[in-house]
């Protein structure tokens, strides 16, 4: 779900901007079909006027951040990324 913070009287969830997931991308990858790349946003840090009190860090450290993806059509998790969490900047896994 993308919210980017974007109606009226609604707060960041649980208080913490970096647990509002703004944008999720998914694009194969170029040259191997077998692979997708995903993409998330997180931490609308860049409003003019936040709605709540920010952090400099970009992820929660007490929060999990995953992407499950159904490979098979069948509703059900197939794999699970796990991203770490307490980092600064761009993670591959």
Do not use: C, W
Not at 13 to 39: C, E, M, Q, W
Request: net charge negative.
């Amino acid at each position: 779900m993308s919210h980017h913070y974007s109606g009226p009287n609604i707060g960041f969830p649980h208080g913490d901007a970096r647990l509002d997931l703004t944008d999720l991308y998914a694009f194969p990858t170029p040259g191997n079909v077998g692979k997708s790349i995903l993409i998330m946003n997180a931490h609308p840090s860049s409003s003019l006027r936040p709605p709540g009190q920010i952090s400099l860090e970009p992820f929660a450290t007490d929060a999990l951040y995953e992407f499950k993806t159904d490979t098979n059509g069948d509703s059900f998790a197939d794999t699970i990324a796990r991203l770490p969490t307490g980092l600064s900047g761009v993670r591959n896994i």
